[in-house]
């Protein structure tokens, strides 16, 4: 902490705001000895964690922040993010509730705390955040996907309301929240989002940037431009491959249902992408001052005032959000839409864009932005030295722009990293993969897509689990998904169009597919593996079994609906009755699949018709684990308000049955 800048006059506070604290403090990893967590404000920091033992008035530990435990990285004027990791003077009790504040020394005696400058993080009856930290993992929350513009509600807001009710109750908190994708959409933003993004950048001074091979030269001239809004993917210069180009990169604009429909409004630069972290994660930067409509043609207005009425909807709720993160520790991984549609799809993706400085730049800044407010907080120690090159980059800004070759030169190396994945050491662990950036390309077509992990990244990942027990493993896209889409997307895939169908699966490249099923059935690797996944936008659970042997693996494949998105309900009971009648026990088609040698067993949600396996409805997972790893409960927290649990049986018919062929309706048929 710059000790130059500590205790002088404060600068007066954007219009607007009541607090110098823009977002957080968001919990990250926590272990006995040691505590991260990330938070921005608009200034730096003089900070005192307080820790305390149940109902206890003082504290047990009261440590100074300061030094390497508390990085501060100044992206604008007036936005410095804050990443916390203090190693603990006083081991943290287990299986207890840990109150936490952070109080800002400003000179004065005691300090503000956060119950002072975030009382909205609190539930009723509390005077600061608190936690639970396991000796055992026993109950976690995980979702995905959470789109702001979506016409859901917000499934982290309903997991907020369900955790306020238990939350004085250590023994019903969960363990972990672990966000397994998508926990923004830089590349699917609703126009009022896009010019709120724009308004956060103007009062907090985010710092803009030149931009190469485009017509626009740089963050200010993109602003400006006919195109900002709307028409993004048109400000790709006009070169012989700028065709392709345009496919790989804005296709998602012409997925009709399998994906992002709105990339014309495309994040371009890092300011843009740091803005809506702000937005996704904290009501404050919503109360600055807001930029007036902007000028459009009629149609784009309508759309615009259709979208507006979603995004106020988003925030309203979005401080629910920022409780739910400040009060479990949360644990995340990227996915396509933190950065870009279909990132990493194809051999031939890959060439196309990071052929080209201008799409590269777009792929960098959001990995950069995923390094500052995800990816650190998972692992910091990996990442120390990935933060001190960011650092260095904002510590070079010039006139309010970043030095561009600093920048390109650290976007080669975050492209290049290798260590994005991580292990949570609890009870069993949690291995989390990076399914996006170490990709096993295809050696025979280019444009065909890539394995989700290479055979390097896979050995690691066997290595991680060898001798375990147990093991509850996040894989972003399903290991175990539905035959039939999968199918659909290998149709697309062969016609040479995988961007049409977001043709990304574990099945889709046969190396992956063999060595993944291969470790999991291998005889030293966990006896019971919960795997756990999103991305689909729609939650089913299956129990995998290896056909002919006994004694295991366990394998349950649990999938969370989207935090706030949904698939298209009437499409999604086609294909899952369509699932059931091509890929019944008896069907020939089961042999085509490379899943041949496992037995997949659905497991069915609770108030849905005899049959059905999959849930459509955006809210939060929820899975309670024995000691064993076992789950004994699987449940989505339905943004609606509702609570949906997986049985193993079937439910009866709603409507009467009385013939035996009802029966038979009911009981009859795997997948």
């Not at 820790?51 to 007036?78: H, M, N, T």
């Not at 699917?188 to 724009?198: C, E, K, N, S």
């Not at 839409?337 to 792929?363: C, K, M, Q």
């Not at 108030?607 to 004994?632: C, I, K, S």
């Amino acid at each position: 902490m710059p000790s130059d800048q500590e205790h002088q006059p404060h600068a007066p506070l954007p219009a607007g705001l009541d607090s110098e604290v823009l977002a957080g403090p968001i919990l990250r990893r926590v272990k006995a000895d040691r505590l991260a967590c990330w938070l921005v404000s608009v200034r730096p920091l003089s900070l005192r964690l307080e820790l305390y033992g149940d109902d206890a008035p003082a504290p047990f530990l009261a440590q100074d922040v300061s030094g390497d435990a508390c990085r501060v990285i100044a992206v604008g004027e007036r936005a410095f993010i804050h990443c916390i990791d203090v190693a603990l003077d006083a081991a943290i009790p287990l299986d207890t509730l840990i109150g936490y504040d952070l109080r800002i020394d400003d000179g004065a005696s005691a300090g503000q705390g956060i119950a002072d400058w975030a009382p909205h993080l609190l539930y009723p009856g509390q005077s600061r955040p608190a936690f639970v930290l396991r000796r055992q993992l026993e109950q976690l929350l995980h979702g995905s996907c959470r789109r702001p513009h979506h016409t859901s509600g917000d499934g982290m807001a309903r997991a907020d309301s369900w955790l306020a009710e238990r939350a004085t109750d250590a023994a019903a908190r969960p363990s972990l929240l672990l966000l397994t994708g998508d926990q923004i959409y830089a590349d699917d933003v609703a126009g009022p989002m896009l010019r709120t993004i724009h308004g956060v950048m103007d009062q907090l001074g985010l710092y803009g940037e030149t931009l190469a091979e485009s017509r626009i030269r740089d963050s200010k001239e993109l602003r400006s431009d006919r195109d900002t809004y709307y028409g993004r993917e048109h400000l790709l210069p006009e070169t012989h491959y700028n065709e392709a180009l345009t496919e790989r990169f804005f296709g998602g604009v012409r997925k009709p249902v399998f994906s992002t429909a709105n990339a014309c409004n495309h994040t371009v630069t890092l300011a843009e992408v740091l803005a809506m972290y702000l937005l996704a994660w904290s009501p404050q930067p919503w109360r600055l001052e807001r930029l007036p409509e902007p000028d459009l043609d009629d149609d784009t207005r309508a759309t615009y005032r259709a979208e507006q009425a979603q995004i106020d909807a988003f925030e309203r709720q979005v401080g629910q959000a920022a409780r739910l993160m400040a009060q479990v520790p949360t644990y995340m991984i990227f996915d396509d839409h933190d950065v870009t549609d279909d990132w990493n799809l194809s051999a031939l993706w890959e060439e196309t864009v990071y052929g080209h400085p201008f799409s590269r730049r777009i792929v960098g800044n959001a990995l950069v932005a995923y390094l500052l407010c995800q990816g650190w907080g998972n692992t910091p120690e990996r990442l120390h030295d990935l933060l001190d090159s960011a650092g260095d980059l904002f510590g070079g800004v010039e006139g309010g722009l970043l030095p561009r070759q600093r920048q390109d030169e650290f976007i080669t190396r975050l492209l290049r990293f290798e260590g994005w994945e991580y292990v949570v050491d609890t009870q069993p662990k949690v291995i989390v993969l990076d399914t996006r950036t170490r990709r096993w390309r295809s050696e025979v077509r280019r444009r065909k897509p890539s394995g989700l992990m290479d055979w390097e990244a896979l050995t690691e990942f066997q290595q991680a689990i060898l001798h375990e027990p147990a093991a509850v493993i996040v894989s972003p896209t399903p290991v175990f998904g539905v035959k039939l889409i999968e199918g659909i997307q290998a149709l697309f895939t062969w016609f040479g169009k995988p961007l049409l169908v977001d043709a990304e699966n574990w099945m889709a490249h046969r190396g992956a597919a063999s060595v993944i099923l291969n470790i999991l059935g291998h005889a030293r690797t966990p006896q019971n593996f919960v795997i756990l996944s999103g991305d689909v936008h729609y939650s089913f659970v299956y129990d995998v079994h290896l056909r002919r042997r006994r004694g295991g693996p366990d394998i349950w494949q649990i999938t969370s609906s989207g935090i706030k998105n949904e698939f298209p309900d009437r499409l999604l009971s086609l294909l899952d009755r369509l699932n059931r009648w091509l890929y019944a026990p008896w069907s020939p088609l089961n042999w085509f699949t490379k899943r041949r040698r496992m037995r997949v067993s659905p497991w069915y949600p609770e108030n849905r018709d005899a049959g059905e396996r999959l849930w459509n409805a955006a809210g939060m997972g929820f899975v309670q684990l024995d000691r064993e790893g076992r789950p004994t409960r699987i449940a989505q927290l339905n943004a609606s308000g509702s609570e949906t649990d997986f049985r193993r049986e079937a439910p009866v018919r709603r409507e009467a049955e009385s013939s035996g062929d009802a029966r038979r309706s009911v009981h009859g048929g795997g997948r």
